[in-house]
């Protein structure tokens, strides 16, 4: 666990702990590169030395570093300081979809489809980038103060492809896929599963399969049906209980099939809550005959006995066997069975050779006519047998010249052949229930190959076969069908020899102008600069610059905005208001001025006899420095109102008697304070003073006191603001203090 105040990477200051996870304890930092707080994720100590642990952690960020999303959790950065690896996230502050479910008990149904719609968009984006999340549960989901919702963890996260096959990386087995739980095939359509889990759960406040056991849930998961959500909250709208139930049918087929389709049914459930839009697949469409692969086929051909069978599928956990009696048992069941069934055939035959002889015992005279028969049949069996081989030898040209009859043979044989053969049909542009209904109709099998990039074919449809269209094949081959993904990603170095850099990104946020040129197929390398007029977070410049054409894959240098950097306020106590005012401006410091009496009279009238902050304070470029400047007919005035005091005969403080103190009091700590620069304003009669400006306040520590608060002559009150800067590189106002001052004691009558 880190502690507080420490620097992890030279950037990062750890402000405090939020929370902890399973492989990670996740910190709020002050990014003092950029200004600003972040999230920052740590690997527990106890994994950093297994490099499993660590490779599963970094991909959290491999895979979301390349997302920019509004609905996704955006990463800043990763690396490895001090033994500590860490991933640097956008700061989100709220709470977790789990905690406000826990909170309502369960949401309305704007809520509940808001924020699925919300989630659906992120996980979008993060599927057009060919990222399956994986782990989808209200646990990663958050919803911020503002209401917005985002979509983070992208621990067990993988790129997936058209063959990817889940590892034993599971999410929460409550959220879980059937195909999940089970160890197969894993895609895009398990998030959808998992998020229909996640909709359950907010529109009942329950998840649909809970058990004692991991073992139990999953079973749940792959064997028992859903109870209908409508059950736990009758006020549910049908549209939005199909949108669930289909979202969750448990093959992957008869769920939807992009999350572009899940998101307009949403749309469409706001409003038409009762319509029947929602298009359930009916289960028959799915409950097919599997046509065997000749491959397989000659497998099981191949295969003898019990070895011919279906291997079961492989369970999540698997009990230890105790020896081998199992097995034993196993193999006497099947020697008993296989001796009965050779027992009762050898019964058979020998029945028959007993009824052949009463029937011979019984035709008696008939035995002479039988064996003429069986002669005759036997010289009949060799006359077909030659007229066989005559044929076959003369379709090979062993025998005659004559090209007629060996052409009338290939040609009948060649018929009883086609007889056999079927043409692919063209299955272009169809879906996945078309193929599957058009190969059955003409006696094929189908098989699902993969999804590959178009930009001519709508995605789900059919981009390519094999065999190809009209290709002549046996009856129940099996052909390949590979649908379409939608567009090519344009970060591919493939769409394009050159690239040109756009126009208009100097001044745009970092994270847009990253993305925008990673979406181009180019690579990034983002460094750090001050600069005066750019905003903090902002592009300064890019290398290769705007308008320049550059080959994909080139990488360019983006230089980010630092701030202006910080200067040393210059000492210009005794200095005209003029010097003092150039000197301040030179040093890139905004000036202020305050005409007021000097009460100590160190300086000469238009002299700066004070100034804050004070002179040799580290300060950004761009602070505004208060220079107080001594004013003779203030001073005057000042002395022409000491004198009525003094006719008055009252025993009141004289108002030339100097600035009025307060007592040596320490601050007390603000509850929303993050641990920022600070501002100190002191307001009296009307009139506002910077106390002390561009510090942090160690509140834990030796803190401030207001001892070295001195305000005007004659106020025996005021109220001191102390003002936080925030990300947007703004002081914000967090807490007011109220002030007592009384005059000097050198200065008080008697």
């Not at 809520?111 to 782990?135: C, F, K, P, Y």
């Not at 002179?615 to 602070?623: D, L, N, S």
């Not at 220079?627 to 009525?644: I, P």
Request: proline share 4%; with cysteine; charged share 25%.
């Amino acid at each position: 666990m880190l502690n507080v105040g420490v620097m992890i990477g030279g950037r990062y200051e750890v402000v405090g702990r939020i929370g902890s996870g399973g492989m990670a304890d996740v910190y709020k930092a002050k990014d003092h590169k950029l200004n600003r707080f972040v999230a920052m994720k740590v690997l527990k100590p106890e994994f950093s030395a297994d490099t499993n642990f660590i490779r599963k952690f970094q991909r959290e960020a491999q895979a979301a570093a390349g997302l920019a999303h509004p609905n996704v959790v955006n990463v800043f950065d990763v690396g490895e300081d001090q033994g500590a690896n860490y991933i640097i996230m956008e700061l989100v502050e709220g709470i977790t979809l789990k905690e406000y479910i826990s909170r309502k008990g369960k949401l309305t149904v704007k809520e509940a489809t808001s924020i699925a719609i919300q989630v659906s968009m992120g996980l979008e984006a993060a599927h057009n980038r060919n990222i399956v999340h994986r782990d989808i549960k209200p646990q990663n989901i958050i919803i911020s103060t503002d209401g917005k919702v985002k979509v983070t963890d992208f621990g067990i996260a993988r790129v997936a492809s058209s063959n990817t096959i889940s590892t034993n990386a599971m999410g929460s087995v409550h959220y879980s896929s059937p195909e999940q739980v089970r160890g197969g095939y894993s895609d895009y359509k398990s998030d959808i599963y998992s998020l229909g889990i996640t909709m359950y759960e907010m529109v009942t406040g329950r998840v649909p399969f809970d058990g004692d056991t991991t073992v139990a849930i999953a079973i749940k998961h792959l064997q028992d049906e859903m109870v209908p959500p409508s059950q736990y909250a009758p006020e549910l709208p049908h549209s939005l209980e199909e949108i669930i139930i289909k979202c969750t049918q448990k093959s992957p087929d008869r769920r939807y099939n992009t999350l572009a389709e899940l998101i307009n049914d949403l749309k469409h459930s706001l409003i038409e809550p009762n319509g029947n839009f929602v298009n359930l697949s009916p289960l028959s469409n799915h409950a097919q005959t599997i046509v065997i692969t000749p491959e397989e086929m000659k497998e099981i051909q191949g295969s003898t006995g019990r070895d011919s069978y279906t291997e079961p599928v492989k369970p999540l956990y698997t009990e230890p066997e105790d020896d081998d009696d199992d097995d034993d048992d196993d193999e006497d069941d099947y020697d008993e069975e296989y001796e009965s069934r050779s027992r009762r055939k050898h019964r058979r035959y020998e029945e028959e050779d007993d009824d052949d002889d009463d029937e011979e015992d019984d035709k008696g005279g008939n035995t002479t006519v039988e064996k003429v028969m069986t002669i005759a049949g036997l010289v009949i069996g060799g006359i077909i047998i030659c007229i066989l081989i005559y044929f076959v030898a003369s379709a090979a040209g062993l025998i005659g010249s004559g090209g007629n009859n060996s052409n009338e043979t290939q040609t009948e044989g060649t018929a009883d052949t086609e007889e056999d053969l079927v043409a692919v049909p063209d299955l272009s542009n169809m879906t996945e229930d078309q193929v599957k209904d058009s190969l059955k109709s003409f006696n094929l099998g189908y098989q699902k190959g993969g999804e590959e990039a178009s930009d001519t074919v709508e995605a789900g449809k059919v981009v390519r076969q094999d065999p190809g269209m009209d290709t002549q094949v046996e009856k129940n081959s099996v052909v390949t069908v590979y649908f379409s993904s939608g567009p090519a990603a344009a970060d591919t170095p493939e769409t394009s020899a050159n690239v040109q850099i756009p126009a208009g990104l100097i001044g745009q946020p970092q994270n847009d102008v990253v993305s925008q040129l990673n979406t181009l197929g180019l690579s990034t390398n983002v460094q750090s600069t001050q600069s005066d007029t750019v905003e903090i977070g902002n592009v300064v410049s890019l290398s290769p610059g705007e308008g320049e054409t550059v080959a994909a894959g080139t990488e360019v240098t983006v230089q980010v905005s630092v701030g202006a950097g910080k200067v040393t306020v210059p000492d210009v106590i005794g200095w005209p208001q003029a010097d003092a005012e150039s000197a301040l401006t030179s040093a890139g410091l905004l000036v202020s001025v305050e005409q007021k009496a000097d009460t100590s009279q160190t300086v000469d009238y238009g002299e700066v006899f004070d100034q804050g902050p004070v002179a040799g304070e580290e300060v950004e470029k761009g602070t505004t420095v208060v220079l107080y400047v001594r004013n003779q007919e203030m001073e005057q005035q000042e002395a022409q109102n000491g004198e009525n005091s003094e006719n008055s005969g009252t025993s009141e403080t004289s108002a030339s008697s100097g600035a009025w103190v307060t007592e040596d009091l320490p601050l007390e700590k603000p509850e929303a304070y993050q641990g920022g620069n600070v501002r100190l304003t002191l307001k009296q009669g009307g009139s506002e003073k910077v106390i002390m400006e561009g510090n942090p306040i160690d509140f834990d520590g030796a803190g401030y006191t207001t001892g070295d608060i001195t305000g005007e002559a004659g106020q025996d009150t005021g109220t001191l603001v102390l003002s936080e800067m925030g990300e947007d590189g703004e002081y914000h106002d967090l807490y007011e203090y109220t002030l007592s001052f009384h005059a000097p004691e050198s200065s008080s009558q008697e």
